[in-house]
């Protein structure tokens, strides 16, 4: 039952930033685990950042964005945020948020609602 709505890509320079937003409606957000995957032209789809439910909390990061990029919920606004920062080229890709009801701890395997996807566009 749980709907996701990405927003915030654009077109940025290579070190810029963006903040990604994953708002979820329709499900009990406190036991959502909601991660980001991203799709680039050519490559095959890559798990970037999870983050488990309220009692969990805590963040899994791909190791092309550890130290770039963070990934946060806002309870009350049902939203989770991606920030990504020093941005690269090889960044650019269509970004989808996607969610576990009802789970815990991380497991990219188990984001099984996906959202519609940002595109995210940083040139050089």
């Known amino acids: 039952e749980v709907q996701l709505v990405e927003s915030g890509g654009g077109l940025v320079q290579a070190g810029g930033s963006l903040r990604l937003s994953c708002a979820a409606s329709?499900?009990?957000?406190?036991?959502?685990?909601i991660g980001w995957f991203r799709q680039a032209p050519g490559k095959e789809r890559e798990a970037v950042s999870c983050i488990g439910s309220t009692y969990d909390g805590t963040a899994v990061y791909a190791n092309s964005v550890k130290g770039r990029f963070t990934i946060s919920r806002d309870n009350a606004k049902n939203t989770v945020y991606l920030q990504m920062d020093s941005l690269e080229v090889d960044d650019t890709a269509v970004y989808y948020c996607?969610?576990?009801?009802?789970?815990?701890?991380?497991?990219?395997?188990?984001?099984?609602?996906w959202g519609q996807g940002t595109q995210v566009t940083v040139s050089s």
């Open positions: 996607a969610a576990e009801e009802g789970g815990s701890s991380c497991n990219y395997n188990y984001l099984t609602v």
């Open positions: 329709g499900s009990t957000f406190d036991t959502l685990v």
